[in-house]
């Protein structure tokens, strides 16, 4: 069973025969029945948009990474179209495990992913790409990883986290920021999981307004006059979203990493005191910083609110 990361493409090949057919059972449900005609003796389905639409996320999910399990089936014809005599080439589904990932472009060998049909390897190992992680002092957290519970704890006072096979070191660094306190983020990482990172420092918020208006008309008939606080010119549908600005402390240059994954995540959440916001990160451009060149490395990431101030859900 290989945990295939969805968010890069997934192949699945037939090298014989005029046409074939590849059937999609997404946690035993059939979905799709694809017929496709070769070009050259070959034909190719990609899977993971279909695939990709069936996965759910929600802030604070347990565990930490939403999958879906994938079960497909390949066929092959002797004619055009699904015609002629089938022959079935897998005799058992093949059963892999999605996850709302993504492969580089750049890794083209490794032990996770590949430049084709990306995914996860090690059973047990952390999907966690930075290996320092800063926390306020008496805050819990977790690292999350592919196997159980999908989380390795970290206590309020750990200080390091060993976890995965091989065993993989996690530094844990204590920030105390007395004056401005900390926000959370919560973001989907590159693996498909739920992953927290702490800002610290300033942080600011700004609120933008948009409505529509209308000259009305505030003439009395009745007693030919007009009353001067009146609204001559009316607003309506006004409505406001807001903007926060944060700040990480100052990050080991591995940082970088888990910034380009946030930069590039699909669902954010903002969290600052029990209330919790989604979000989506609003800074579009970014120069990656490094020792040395700038010496020490921080950054200041704007998230735009994706929800206006007032309700207005119908």
């Known amino acids: 069973m290989a945990k295939i990361l969805l968010r890069s493409p997934q192949y699945k090949t037939v090298s014989s025969g005029a046409s074939a057919k590849l059937t999609i059972t997404i946690d035993g449900t059939l979905r799709y029945t694809i017929i496709k005609n070769a070009i050259n003796n070959r034909i190719v389905f990609e899977i993971s948009e279909l695939c990709r639409d069936y996965i759910e996320h929600a802030f ?48 083209i060998s490794g032990d996770d992913t590949t430049g084709v049909n990306p995914f996860i390897g090690n059973t047990g190992r952390p999907i966690q790409t930075n290996t320092d992680v800063y926390l306020p002092f008496n805050t819990a957290s977790y690292i999350p990883i592919n196997v159980g519970s999908g989380e390795a704890s970290i206590s309020t006072t750990a200080t390091t986290v060993q976890t995965g096979s091989p065993l993989v070191t996690f530094t844990i660094h204590r920030v105390c920021d007395s004056k401005f306190g900390s926000s959370k983020i919560t973001f989907l990482n590159r693996f498909g999981a ?50 926060t600005t944060l700040n990480t402390p100052f990050v080991a240059e591995q940082y970088n990493e888990a910034i380009e994954e946030l930069m590039l995540s699909e669902y954010v959440w903002l969290t600052q005191g029990s209330v919790t916001h989604p979000v989506t990160p609003s800074t579009k451009s970014l120069r990656f910083k490094t020792s040395v060149n700038d010496k020490l490395v921080q950054y200041t990431i704007e998230f735009d609110h994706t929800s206006s101030v007032i309700n207005n859900v119908r």
């Open 60 to 107: 604070g999910q347990s565990p930490p990474a939403s999958t879906i399990t994938i079960s497909t089936q390949r066929f092959s014809y002797t004619e055009a179209n699904g015609g002629g005599t089938e022959t079935s080439l897998d005799p058992s589904p093949v059963i892999d495990t999605g996850y709302d990932g993504y492969g580089l472009f750049t890794d």
């Open 194 to 243: 739920l992953q927290e990172m702490y800002f610290f420092h300033k942080s600011s918020e700004d609120i933008t307004t948009t409505s529509e208006s209308y000259k009305r008309n505030i003439f009395d008939y009745a007693n030919t006059n007009y009353s001067s606080t009146d609204h001559q010119m009316q607003k309506f549908n006004t409505n406001a979203t807001k903007k």
